[in-house]
């Protein structure tokens, strides 16, 4: 069973940066590499949404609001991933996740492992 815990939220100005982390364990980093991973946020009065993926292939996919900005990374041997804000906009308010999936390609809907989010507020 993957847990997940995420961290680095808080209050920024426009234009400013924030590093998110998300803490796995339950799991080996070997076998976490055999997992997608993803960022997703949930901003007030909008539907979920992936900003961040990484797929078994060790590619990370971004969709066109966040590209540029965010960067997914992560730590094998403290099987810890990371979330690079930079440029943040007050549209980016909104809790931030992190979760996996087994599944072959990474299709959204199967995700079933999340952490409890972390609150991400960018004033003006």
């Known amino acids: 069973q993957v847990h997940l815990v995420e961290s680095g939220g808080g209050s920024v100005q426009a234009g400013g940066s924030l590093r998110l982390a998300c803490a796995a364990s339950?799991?080996?980093?070997?076998?976490?590499?055999?997992?997608?991973l993803g960022w997703f946020r949930q901003g007030p009065g909008k539907e979920r949404e992936v900003v961040a993926q990484h797929g078994i292939d060790g590619r990370a996919t971004y969709p066109d609001s966040v590209k540029g900005r965010f960067t997914f990374s992560r730590d094998n041997v403290k099987t810890t991933l990371y979330l690079q804000m930079n440029s943040l906009k007050p549209d980016d308010t909104a809790i931030y996740y992190c979760?996996?999936?087994?599944?072959?390609?990474?299709?959204?809907?199967?995700?079933?492992?999340w952490g409890q989010g972390t609150q991400v507020t960018v004033s003006s």
């Open positions: 979760a996996a999936t087994q599944e072959t390609g990474c299709p959204l809907g199967t995700f079933g492992f």
């Open positions: 339950g799991i080996t980093s070997r076998n976490l590499l055999n997992y997608c």
